[in-house]
């Protein structure tokens, strides 16, 4: 069940948000903590035009809210909330049992929503606290916590499946930039209640999502049990638009998937990736710095990888994890689409898991490539794998010219900081210059290739084509190459 959170403060500012949010929603959430005025007739009448089921909350402070009164008055005003009539009433965790029991009493047509929140910490153990809460009779019970990381909100998923599966009405929700696993995939692990709001400004909760997103994006009302999950896992996963594209092929392509962006730290990756098994994810795609670190959590390689030794792609099958790599095919395929590599001079920036599965295609279709880094033997290293030169980055004026230069670093990604991974003098007048970041489209180095009359080309170029490979390897053909890279096209070129 979806709630539109309603969180006033005005009559007039309830009634807007309920009629903006009427056809996203399954409930209303009443958040009367945050409204101005609490009238028993008014909120009779609202209760009238809603159509929907409501939930009536009051959230005190200590546990995140904005009712600043006594607990006494707290419970008081919860008696005559519940004498109102709603659906649904919200009573937080440490209401003393008597009370709960005389509003049980009382109002049994009611329906109890037991609610736990902590903006300050996760609890050491959920089992636990579950258990501490399911001492109080209740129809459904909801915990908000923050997460730390990605594995606070794995965690949390586990524990709401494992439990839905017992038949308990639970939902888990993590708060912050970690918590959004949580807020999509509720629907895919079994959760009773999930909660987001009509607008950004009207956010009761750090890391709260908009209903215009959650169905928007992540077509939240057509998932279920049976939706296989898929996500980007990274350091930097922000600046990509992949949760745009791909979730859009997923609805055109009417295939039982979504997809989530995961900023994964590479500490962390370990415990991370025992996570995601217990979980319906089906795969991954895979960005810095985790490409060649993620390696050592898989259970095989294909031989490419083997080769290249990094993955960009993984792909779950028979309970078991398997890396691919769609980069080097992605990047050299966009290339000739203007420029056939064959004996031709190419020099790769940055000597990363992306440079690694870019520099091995290019070797393998004939290229004579110099990869230049920051740090030289790093450079050396990927240049002794793959019959390569290497050289540091400002090294570029004195190996001669080139007709391929390819921006495989991150310098570039954060259009705030003007940088490019070289100095504009070192660009040659029409070469032909290719950036792998995807967002922004024209970063400086691209901006100053263009001035040279070079012959530039998008990342997103690079990028539709290993998704569209990637989207293959995960629907074991199902979804058509084509149509996939088409669909991602069209849907970078509206957002970008």
Known sequence: ??????????????????????????????????????????????????????????????????????????????????????????????????????????????????????????????????????????????????????????????????????????????????????????????????????????????????????????????????????????????????????????????????????????????????????????GFSVTVPLKEEILLDLDAVSEEVEKIGASNTLVKKDEAFTGYNTDGKGALDALEEVIPVQGKQMVVLGAGGASRAVVFEAVKRGAAVTILNRTLARAEQLATEFQAKAGLLEDLQDIGPYDILVNTTSVGMLPEIDAMPIACQDLIAGAVVMDIITKPRETKLLKEALKKQCKVIYGQEMFARQAAQQFALWSDGQLDKKRVYQIIKDVLEASL
């Not at 209303?28 to 903590?33: A, I, M, T």
């Not at 910490?121 to 109080?136: G, N, R």
């Not at 998923?157 to 038949?167: D, E, M, N, P, W």
């Not at 215009?212 to 898929?230: A, C, F, R, S």
């Open 1 to 282: 069940m979806l709630f539109a959170c309603i969180s006033g403060p005005t009559l007039a500012d309830v009634e807007r948000q309920m009629e903006e949010t009427r056809g996203y929603a399954d409930a209303f959430e009443f958040r009367l903590d945050r409204w101005n005025t609490i009238d028993p007739i008014e909120l009779a009448a609202l209760l009238e035009i809603a159509e929907l089921p409501v939930l009536f909350t009051i959230r005190s402070k200590k546990q995140g809210g904005a009712f600043a009164e006594s607990d006494s008055d707290l419970y008081a005003l919860l008696n005559q909330a519940a004498a109102i009539g709603p659906d649904y009433l919200d009573i937080e965790f440490g209401t003393p049992i008597t009370i709960i029991s005389q509003l049980l009493l009382d109002y049994p047509d009611v329906k109890i929503i037991y609610s736990y929140h902590d903006f300050h910490s996760m609890p050491k153990s959920l089992d636990d606290l579950l258990a501490s809460m399911m001492t109080v009779p209740a129809d459904g019970y909801k915990i908000a916590v923050p997460a730390a990381n990605a594995s606070d909100a794995l965690t949390m998923l586990a524990f709401v499946q494992r439990h839905a599966k017992q038949g308990v009405a639970l939902s888990g929700l993590c708060m912050g930039e970690y918590g959004l696993p949580t807020r999509v995939l509720g629907p895919v692990v079994g959760s009773f209640a999930d909660f987001a709001v009509g607008h950004e400004s009207e956010k009761t909760a750090p890391g709260q999502l908009t209903l215009h997103e959650l169905q928007h994006i992540y077509h939240y009302k057509d998932l279920n049990p049976q939706t296989k999950v898929y996500a980007l896992l990274g350091g930097i996963v922000v600046q990509s638009p992949s949760h745009l594209t791909h979730n859009q092929v997923f609805t055109q392509l009417s295939y039982n998937g979504v997809y989530i962006k995961i900023a994964v730290h590479d500490l962390e990756l370990e415990g991370f990736m025992q996570l995601v098994r217990e979980l319906p994810f089906a």
